[in-house]
């Protein structure tokens, strides 16, 4: 089973980007789908981004969709989520996963998670 920490939340203000990153270890890193998913206060855990082992697919929850990006580098077993002009609306605690297919109920390998807070 593969690890995953990430890293990179933080506290910014709206219009403001951050870059989280997801270590994994194992040597099975570059065969797992990997995701962003993300949870809110008194919300219940929702799908950000995927991408494929290859990084040939990625998908996007709309309300993200332009503003984010998610990429991977497999020789650093690392996963990446490039967020850009954040809102407010996007603050919650961000999870890295792992997953044999990018369909977001497949994953079944959490982080830890990384606190990412915008303020208006």
């Known amino acids: 089973q593969v690890q995953l920490v990430e890293s990179g939340g933080g506290l910014v203000q709206a219009g403001d980007s951050l870059r989280l990153s997801c270590a994994a270890s194992?040597?099975?890193?570059?065969?797992?789908?990997m995701g962003w998913f993300r949870q809110a206060p008194g919300k219940e855990r929702e799908f950000v981004a995927t991408?494929?082992?290859?990084?040939?697919?990625?998908y996007y929850a709309d309300s993200v969709k332009g503003r984010f990006t998610i990429s991977r580098d497999n020789a650093k077993n690392t996963v990446y989520l490039q967020m850009n002009d954040l809102k407010p609306e996007d603050t919650a605690v961000y999870y890295c996963?792992?997953?044999?297919?990018?369909?977001?109920?497949?994953?079944?390998?959490w982080g830890q998670g990384t606190q990412v807070t915008v303020s208006s």
């Open positions: 991408i494929s082992w290859n990084s040939a697919s990625t």
């Open positions: 194992g040597r099975t890193f570059r065969s797992y789908a």
């Open positions: 996963a792992a997953g044999v297919t990018t369909t977001p109920n497949s994953f079944s390998a």
